[in-house]
Nanobody, 119 residues
């Protein structure tokens, strides 16, 4: 059974930073691209970033490009998302998802971690 467990969310001030982690199990992490998606309050799921199997290929939504960085550690079966220069528009629940996806939402996702950006 696939398990994706996100952590690292919390409260940050505008301009601040957070690092999200997603620990995975139940599948061969090193054989799977991975994706981050988010959901702002009252809105639908939004694709954020994706990373290829070995980490050499990444893609970002226009709203986070240049501020967020997706990475992975295949030895630890863990996916990361570094969030910098946060704005209130980044507030939402962040989910990691199994699969390489650009501008689409993979079906297999974790339970999410909450990011709140507020002064």
């Amino acid at each position: 059974e696939v398990h994706l467990v996100e952590s690292g969310g919390g409260l940050a001030k505008p301009g601040g930073s957070l690092t999200l982690s997603c620990v995975t199990s139940g599948f061969v992490f090193g054989d799977s691209g991975m994706t981050w998606v988010r959901q702002a309050p009252g809105k639908g799921l939004e694709w954020v970033a994706t990373i290829s199997v070995e980490g050499g290929g990444t893609a970002y939504s226009d709203s986070v490009k240049g501020r967020f960085t997706v990475s992975r550690d295949n030895a630890k079966n863990t996916l990361y998302l570094q969030l910098n220069s946060l704005t209130t528009e980044d507030t939402g629940m962040y989910y990691c998802a199994k699969g390489f996806a650009i501008r689409t939402i993979p079906a297999t996702r974790g339970q999410g971690t909450q990011v709140t950006v507020s002064s």
